[in-house]
């Protein structure tokens, strides 16, 4: 089985604008798909610098001189490259998704398919599961977590169905929190709101909206003049972010401007947004919510 299909590869590394003697960073490297097209146009100087907290994806490290996998998480972007003595480099590339392997890989919950304990951490040595977000949280905590990251109108009820429900027993696998919401899940959107509920729980799991403001935060710093980012986002909430950050330098509200209503931002955007041909999406279904955002470093 394949780890993972790289959604949007030629899109996303054309994106970069490679130098062949240029330092590049893959923050997302899961099954390397992104990396390997990085390295076939990098020449014999050129260097890439990946990072995934996941431990599975060192099963998939490339035996290339030019390229070091980090097995941290890309919140600590700027301290990683600093070690090994890097202050700036020419394109940082991101996909935010989850890996078709994570989401393959029963045992590691992120899956609606398969009846599995409540895990969903990325990096397994976190201390905080599903588990924990499902049965310790207190009800306001569950509700903010299911309206603000599932979007979901009924996270009211649903957070006071599972403080409920948790009294007589914990809600200790994907097939309990079905059980125990099954009366949100009507037959013709089971998956959407199933699929929306777990996106909320994962994204509060692995903290990924604070991860990516993190992220983004440290471009500026670590990008030389010209260097370029190239984001794929799938979700409205991590898009709007990217599209904000690149636009105004801020993740809300508008940038100061001067007496004659200009404003400076450290990135300009390069095209419009890019997202996946039918032929892809009919390849790889994973891809059909997949939105490609480019930028320059001025």
Same mark, same amino acid.
């Given at each position: 089985?394949?780890?993972?299909?790289?959604?949007?590869?030629?899109?996303?590394?054309?994106?970069?604008?490679?130098?062949?003697?240029?330092?590049?960073?893959? =923050?997302?490297?899961?099954?390397?798909?992104?990396? /390997? #097209?990085? *390295?076939?146009?990098? $020449?014999?100087?050129?260097?890439?610098? +990946?990072?995934?907290?996941?431990?599975?994806?060192?099963?998939?490290?490339?035996?290339?001189?030019?390229?070091?996998?980090?097995?941290?998480?890309?919140?600590?972007?700027?301290?990683?490259?600093?070690?090994?003595?890097?202050?700036?480099?020419?394109?940082?590339?991101?996909?935010?998704?989850?890996?078709?392997?994570?989401?393959?890989?029963?045992?590691?919950?992120?899956?609606?398919?398969?009846?599995?304990?409540?895990?969903?951490?990325?990096?397994?040595?976190?201390?905080?599961?599903?588990?924990?977000? =499902?049965?310790?949280?207190?009800?306001?905590?569950? /509700? #903010?977590? *299911?309206?603000?990251? $599932?979007?979901?109108?009924?996270?009211? +009820?649903?957070?006071?169905?599972?403080?409920?429900?948790?009294?007589?027993?914990?809600?200790?696998?994907?097939?309990?929190?079905?059980?125990?919401?099954?009366?949100?899940?009507?037959?013709?959107?089971?998956?959407?709101?199933?699929?929306?509920?777990?996106?909320?729980?994962?994204?509060?799991?692995?903290?990924?909206?604070?991860?990516?403001?993190?992220?983004?935060?440290?471009?500026?710093?670590?990008?030389?003049?010209?260097?370029?980012?190239?984001?794929?986002?799938?979700?409205?909430?991590?898009?709007?972010?990217?599209?904000?950050?690149?636009?105004?330098?801020?993740?809300?509200?508008?940038?100061?401007?001067?007496?004659?209503?200009?404003?400076?931002?450290?990135?300009?955007?390069?095209?419009?947004?890019?997202?996946?041909?039918?032929?892809?999406?009919?390849?790889?279904?994973?891809?059909?919510?997949?939105?490609?955002?480019?930028?320059?470093?001025?």
């Amino acid at each position: 089985m394949e780890y993972h299909n790289a959604v949007l590869l030629k899109e996303t590394v054309d994106g970069l604008s490679i130098k062949p003697d240029g330092i590049y960073v893959d =923050v997302t490297f899961g099954g390397g798909g992104h990396s /390997r #097209a990085i *390295l076939s146009r990098l $020449g014999p100087n050129g260097k890439l610098y +990946a990072f995934d907290q996941d431990k599975d994806a060192l099963a998939n490290t490339i035996e290339d001189d030019r390229f070091v996998l980090i097995n941290e998480n890309f919140r600590y972007i700027k301290r990683f490259l600093r070690f090994y003595g890097v202050k700036a480099v020419d394109g940082v590339l991101a996909d935010f998704g989850v890996s078709s392997h994570q989401f393959d890989v029963a045992e590691r919950g992120f899956s609606t398919r398969f009846e599995a304990k409540l895990d969903m951490r990325m990096n397994q040595d976190s201390k905080l599961s599903a588990f924990e977000v =499902v049965n310790e949280y207190e009800e306001e905590q569950l /509700r #903010a977590v *299911l309206l603000q990251y $599932g979007e979901l109108r009924q996270a009211p +009820a649903m957070a006071r169905v599972i403080v409920s429900e948790r009294k007589t027993q914990p809600i200790e696998t994907s097939e309990q929190l079905k059980e125990v919401l099954k009366r949100f899940l009507n037959h013709r959107k089971e998956n959407k709101v199933l699929a929306q509920i777990y996106q909320a729980i994962r994204i509060e799991v692995n903290q990924e909206i604070e991860v990516l403001k993190e992220l983004l935060l440290q471009i500026p710093e670590i990008l030389e003049v010209g260097g370029r980012l190239s984001f794929i986002s799938y979700h409205s909430l991590e898009d709007r972010l990217v599209k904000r950050f690149i636009r105004n330098g801020l993740f809300e509200g508008e940038p100061e401007r001067d007496v004659f209503g200009n404003f400076e931002v450290p990135l300009k955007k390069v095209g419009g947004l890019i997202v996946p041909s039918e032929s892809e999406i009919k390849m790889n279904n994973r891809a059909r919510s997949a939105k490609l955002r480019i930028a320059e470093k001025v």
